[in-house]
């Protein structure tokens, strides 16, 4: 147990579905981030919320929509997706210098 | 273009022999550098973390050793275990806050028993 809880662990969605990947942390940590881990790939840092607002944003696509309504908790919303967004999807939460805790992830599969 | 490379995808120790992962990185304003262990289908876990104003730190089997000067980090264990059997990803940020953890593509270790 990590501290950080992510649910759902997996998720089966459509093309046309709409769903949202819940993360929270109970560390009192200042910073959540949202990481992709796909097959032989490192893992690619999508979103990172400093204090609820939002620092960074690596280009990823726009069916992507995170949300970070309180420092502990963060959303992905999930619309549109395409079958190549079937990932391993982390959250993580961290303070300023410090070492980064990681869910469980949730198992994504776009049919 | 990768900032954090893990060049070797796998290897095989023998049980009660030392494990060494290698970490290489091209940014200089990476300043923290942290080794994370994941088993399938679960999140990565911290093992232990270096900053760059030392060249060692060590936690019980775990030791990470840092060369800035070839922007090169090493995580030793030792002695492996069947149970360290997993893969390993080396992440750099940076102190300043950036708020940024950088990841390798990752090293499968297996330990025979």
């Known amino acids: 147990e990590t501290g950080v809880t992510q649910t759902p662990r997996h998720l089966v969605m459509g093309m046309t579905n709409k769903k949202s990947l819940k993360c929270e942390q109970h560390l009192g940590h200042n910073a959540m981030y949202w990481y992709k881990q796909s097959a032989k790939k490192p893992l690619e840092l999508m979103f990172v919320?400093?204090?609820?607002?939002?620092?960074e944003n690596n280009s990823v696509p726009s069916r992507f929509s995170p949300e970070c309504p309180n420092s502990s908790h963060l959303f992905l919303h999930l619309h549109t997706l395409q079958p190549e967004d079937s990932a391993l999807y982390l959250c993580?939460?961290?303070?300023?210098?410090?070492?980064?805790?990681f869910g469980q992830g949730t198992r994504l599969t776009v049919v | 273009d990768q900032q954090v490379k893990q060049n070797s995808p796998s290897l095989s120790v023998q049980e009660g022999r030392i494990s060494i992962l290698n970490c290489d990185y091209t940014?200089?304003?990476?300043?923290?550098f942290l080794w994370y262990k994941k088993y399938p289908a679960e999140g990565p876990t911290f093992l232990i973390s270096i900053s760059s104003i030392k060249d060692k730190n060590e936690d019980g089997r775990f030791t990470v050793f840092l060369n800035k000067s070839a922007k090169h980090l090493s995580l030793h264990i030792v002695p492996s275990q069947p149970g360290d059997s997993a893969v390993y990803f080396c992440a750099a940020s940076s102190l300043s806050g950036t708020y940024k953890y950088i990841f390798g593509t990752g090293t499968r270790l297996k330990v025979l028993a």
């Open positions: 993580a939460s961290s303070q300023v210098a410090g070492e980064a805790f």
């Open positions: 940014n200089s304003m990476f300043d923290y």
């Open positions: 919320y400093s204090l609820e607002e939002r620092v």
